[in-house]
């Protein structure tokens, strides 16, 4: 992209003096932690960068910062008329349906969201053929993140409504006015706004690598809010992003925000083997981590006057050897605290994150070839053929 305006600005993270450096090594700052956000004024494009969390001398990451999953787009995507056709038929089915009056979807997991699944509604599903949705957002994400169209499938997208809470007070209509942080189960995703900014306040895609940063920046010509959330101009704009990257929809304040979601798959033989699951790994470690911790704290708070622990499992191991016996030392509080402390929790993630960014997408030249899934022709079988397949069939 030829970039016209370019902002940069730091963390503004202190380095941690060397003696710290040495003895929590896999915590120590990072060497380069800046966002870039380039705007190319032509095409109305805004590319944001995520901050690097991790050193580059850290020796067992394949990739480089930034890759081109780093990347967040923001950038014009729908003409006028096509967001505000596909609102109209939005709202309709909504309100056909009720499919924004109550939180029961299932496409998150631990929370519910207010939407519904593009399919359901043969009316959108026709208009998003006509105006060749699919191909469109697929040409963008195959350009910006450097995988063939023919490595893109659709795993899921959905029409999703968030209300300011208070609106909804005198019905008993169930809204849902944020999301929250989460990684999405598809490798590319994309949020096409439907809603007119003006027609609402606050919102955004949120992201957590952002948060904080976005104070910093010039407020008014920049689709990077403060506290990290990226709010596009228009609508019809869509923003791009890696589903991994912790992420959530950013609070409305006051009236209606919809929105257009889609979840992309990206064919296996781009990715490098196992960077997945170690990140899955080591975020679910982190998730464990931080509920021990926390529980810790509160424990031994709670004994903090009568230091009477019978459950080792809440004490680290220095506190161990004098369990039930002894006063509590004042700096075993002071580390507990120290670990369960939800910045140095957000650290571990935000680097864990970072690394998978860079070693998750293979090089062109070591990707490996496709492989066709054979579905072979539909033919005619009679019962005798079927003799063996049907295994707990019964007459
Ligand atoms: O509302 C947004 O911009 C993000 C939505 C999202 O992350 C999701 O539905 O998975
Ligand atoms: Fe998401």
Redesign the pocket.
């Known amino acids: 992209m030829n970039s016209i305006q370019s902002t940069a600005f730091c963390l503004n993270q202190p380095l941690a003096p060397q003696s710290l450096l040495h003895r929590h090594r896999r915590l120590a700052p990072p060497a380069a932690s800046a966002i870039s956000i380039d705007y190319d004024d032509e095409s109305k494009h805004h590319t944001i960068t995520i901050p690097s969390f991790l050193s580059d001398d850290e020796s067992d990451i394949s990739g480089t910062y930034p890759s081109l999953l780093h990347k967040i787009h923001v950038l014009p995507f729908l003409e006028s008329e096509e967001s505000a056709r596909m609102l109209k038929i939005a709202r309709a089915y909504a309100e056909a349906s009720s499919s924004w009056d109550q939180q029961d979807s299932t496409?998150?997991v631990s929370y519910q969201?207010v939407?519904f699944a593009v399919e359901e509604s043969v009316d959108m599903s026709q208009y998003l053929q006509d105006i060749n949705f699919q191909e469109r957002i697929f040409g963008l994400l195959s350009e910006e993140y450097d995988v063939d169209v023919e490595d893109l499938s659709e795993l899921d997208f959905?029409c999703?409504s968030?209300e300011a809470s208070g609106d909804d007070v005198q019905t008993d209509r169930e809204t849902m006015d944020r999301?929250e942080f989460?990684r999405?189960g598809s490798l590319l995703?994309f949020?096409v706004l439907l809603s007119r900014p003006e027609d609402f306040e606050g919102?955004?895609?949120i992201f957590d690598a952002l948060r904080g940063a976005a104070d910093e920046s010039d407020q008014q010509s920049t689709v990077l809010k403060a506290p990290g959330s990226i709010q596009p101009l228009k609508a019809g704009y869509a923003?791009l992003h890696s589903?991994k990257i912790l992420?959530?929809?950013?609070v409305v304040t006051k009236g209606q925000?919809i929105?257009l979601?889609g979840?992309v798959d990206v064919d296996l033989r781009n990715m490098r083997e196992g960077a997945l699951g170690s990140a899955a790994k080591e975020w679910g470690r982190n998730d464990v981590r931080e509920f021990w911790n926390q529980r810790r704290l509160l424990k031994t708070k709670q004994q903090k006057a009568s230091w009477n622990v019978s459950n080792w499992r809440y004490l680290p191991k220095k506190g161990r050897s004098c369990l039930g016996k002894c006063s509590m030392p004042a700096s075993l509080l002071g580390s507990i605290e120290n670990r369960s402390k939800p910045e140095i929790i957000r650290e571990r993630r935000l680097r864990s994150e970072d690394r998978l960014l860079r070693d998750i997408m293979l090089p062109r030249a070591e990707r490996g070839e496709k492989i066709e899934e054979e579905l072979g022709e539909w033919r005619e079988v009679s019962l005798e053929d079927m003799d063996g397949l049907m295994i707990g069939w019964e007459e």
């Open positions: 496409r998150h969201t939407d959905f999703a968030y999301l989460h999405d995703s949020t919102g955004g895609t923003t589903g992420h959530g929809g950013h925000r929105v979601v979840f």
